[in-house]
Nanobody, 122 residues
Framework: QVRLVASGGGLVQPGGSLRLSCAAS????????MGWYRQAPGKQREFVAH???????DYTNSVKGRFTISRDNAKNTLYLQMNNLKPEDTAVYYC????????????????WGQGTQVTVSS
């Protein structure tokens, strides 16, 4: 079982940048696909981006060209570089992991780790 802790959130002005990190422990990190998700106030949690075991990435349309997902298997860490942030990016961001890519895309996990708050406001 993989344990996950997201960090790096904060308050940033529109157009600014943040880099989120997700530290994983408890299993072989490189065996897993990884995903970022977010939940805005009053909304359902949604998929943001994923990176497969092999490094293939995909993004939800609203963040394409602005966000970059990456992983460092040696450090057991997942990243999300977020540029040109917009107020609608405000949410709690979570990471999760699975060997099943369909689960990564649907986000239908039974449990979630600690998220990190991102607030984009002037």
């Amino acid at each position: 079982q993989v344990r996950l802790v997201a960090s790096g959130g904060g308050l940033v002005q529109p157009g600014g940048s943040l880099r989120l990190s997700c530290a994983a422990s408890g299993s072989i990190f490189s065996d897993y696909h990884m995903g970022w998700y977010r939940q805005a106030p009053g909304k359902q949690r949604e998929f943001v981006a994923h990176i497969t075991r092999d490094g293939t990435t995909d993004y939800t349309n609203s963040v394409k060209g602005r966000f970059t997902i990456s992983r460092d298997n040696a450090k057991n860490t997942l990243y999300l570089q977020m540029n040109n942030l917009k107020p609608e990016d405000t949410a709690v961001y979570y990471c999760n992991t699975a060997r099943n890519l369909i689960l990564i895309r649907t986000g239908n996990f039974g449990s979630w780790g600690q998220g990190t708050q991102v607030t984009v406001s002037s």
